[in-house]
């Protein structure tokens, strides 16, 4: 009687030191890696034409970038997350081991993160881009440590946070901020105007779609100008809207500046 015991218990330990590993990759979560090199590792949903990186089909995974100067178009397709991990990783890991190499100049946009832990982490990476994405039930949806010069643009964040320690010179505008937070830490503040936010109560008296008040994130930090009613992605093509926002976002701004100081002579 002894031995049969013996034999399944052996048994049942054996199947659980196989499917232990098994189990803890589904929890943290597989990763797709686009390397230094160009190439795409662990996934066939990814299409390279030169720079740019399209997803052909809903992926239940995170992407970590390790290449400079790419675009990423998510064609309106799906990040699939468990809670855990990150849907997009430009850190490349400095946080560990600071002697790798910065992520720049890194464009994602049209992809939907959903439910991971952080859904974009931007961590000691300068000068990205995120447009036309939809973030939803991430913990920290925009993770922006040590990092300057982004732009982040007609995206929406649902269920989400952003948190912004130190860094600076970061434009946020023409997004939608519903059920949103924003955290500021030892950070230059960002330009955050012309967003919406869905618990905003002011009110529009003069009809330009914009709140008579600013919208209040903390006692140092306010959207001047939040807008009314949600934004309305562009149909038209993104290639086209995008340049476009790169090169008229600044002048903008120093228009919004000049009125804002007029108002006050």
């Known amino acids: 009687m002894k031995k049969p015991s013996l034999v399944v218990l052996l048994l049942i330990l054996s199947l659980f030191l ?3 590993p098994q189990i803890e990759e589904a929890k943290a979560q597989g990763t797709i890696y686009i390397r230094a090199d160009g190439t795409v590792e662990g996934t066939d949903k990814i299409h390279q034409s030169g720079d740019i990186y399209r997803l052909t089909a809903n992926i239940s995974e995170g992407i970590q970038i390790q290449k400079s100067s ?22 490349n890991g400095r946080g560990q081991d600071p002697s790798r190499p910065e ?10 993160i959903l439910n991971f832990y952080y859904g974009i982490d931007n961590a000691n990476t300068n000068n990205n881009t995120f ?25 929406t964040l649902n269920n989400a946070s952003i ?12 997004n939608n901020f519903i059920n949103c937070w924003v955290t500021l830490w030892l950070s230059t503040p960002p330009i955050m105007d012309g967003n919406y936010w869905n618990n905003y109560n002011g009110t529009d008296n003069n009809g330009d779609g914009m ?7 903390d ?3 306010q959207d001047n100008y939040p807008l009314m009613e949600p934004v309305v992605i562009p149909e038209f093509p993104s290639w086209l809207i995008l340049p476009l926002f790169l090169v008229l976002a600044p002048i903008v701004v120093v228009i919004r500046n ?6 006050w002579i």
């Open 211 to 217: 709140g008579d008040t600013p919208y209040v994130i």
């Open 258 to 263: 000049k009125i804002s100081h007029k108002s």
């Open 131 to 155: 447009y036309g994405n939809y973030i939803e039930n991430c913990q920290s949806s925009l993770w922006i440590i040590g990092s300057l010069n982004n732009n982040i643009t007609f995206n």
């Open 70 to 91: 790419i675009v990423l178009d998510g064609e309106g397709f799906t990040l699939q997350g468990n809670g855990e991990g990150r849907g997009i990783d430009l850190s």
């Open 219 to 221: 006692e140092n930090n």
């Open 18 to 20: 196989v499917s232990f």
């Open 103 to 112: 992520i720049n100049n890194v464009t994602v946009k049209n992809l939907k």
């Open 163 to 174: 948190s912004i320690n130190y860094s600076g010179s970061n434009i946020i505008t023409k």
